[in-house]
């Protein structure tokens, strides 16, 4: 039998002329995610509205030089101080997702702010891989690009995992969960932080 082997995976920042590409490909993975489904249940709202979400949340990372993609996958990292871009946020949900989702998306943000460190630390609004190429380490190795900086800053990490299924994945990367985050009829999240130096299974 012949083993097959695998490049090196090479983890860059999202150059301008890509953000577009890295927004495309968070939206792919997001598709079937159950909090961003919820919030935009149907398919054609979702695709229409799903990435003015991600830029609103996490588009500061493009701004910051802190979004970093490989091939097919993207990680869009906030660094201390700063924080998604709340007016386009309101504006984009207000605008997006259909009205009777809107109160309890609302209170569901709340209570997400509500867990938010008030440490300085890293914080991933977004990370996910194109699903035709998940399950290959795309996602690890996003993760150790970034949680190298917080090691060698000396600060914490901070997320809210969305999907049950990628708990585990942060868990090997050493994130804790902290909390569970949940409003109304809305799936819970699970919000998860790692300390500076934490070991890696």
Known sequence: ???????????????????????????????????????????????AGFPSFVKAFAGR?????????????????????VEPDGDALVACMQQTVPPAMQPELFGLMEEMDRFHPKEPHWY??????DPVYQGIGLGAALLRHTLAMCDRERLPAYLESSNPRNISLYERHGFERVGVIQFGSSPEMVAMRRRAGASAC
Request: glycine residues 4%.
């Open 124 to 129: 991933l609004p977004m990370i996910g891989t």
């Open 1 to 47: 039998m012949t083993s097959m082997t695998f490049a090196p995976i090479s983890v860059q920042s999202v150059p301008s002329h890509q953000r577009e590409q890295a927004v495309t490909t968070i939206v792919a993975a997001f598709a079937s995610d159950p909090v961003a489904r919820w919030a935009y249940p149907s398919a054609a709202g979702y695709f």
């Open 61 to 81: 990372a493009f701004v910051h030089n802190t979004a970093f993609m490989t091939e097919h996958a993207a990680a869009l990292w906030l660094p201390p101080g």
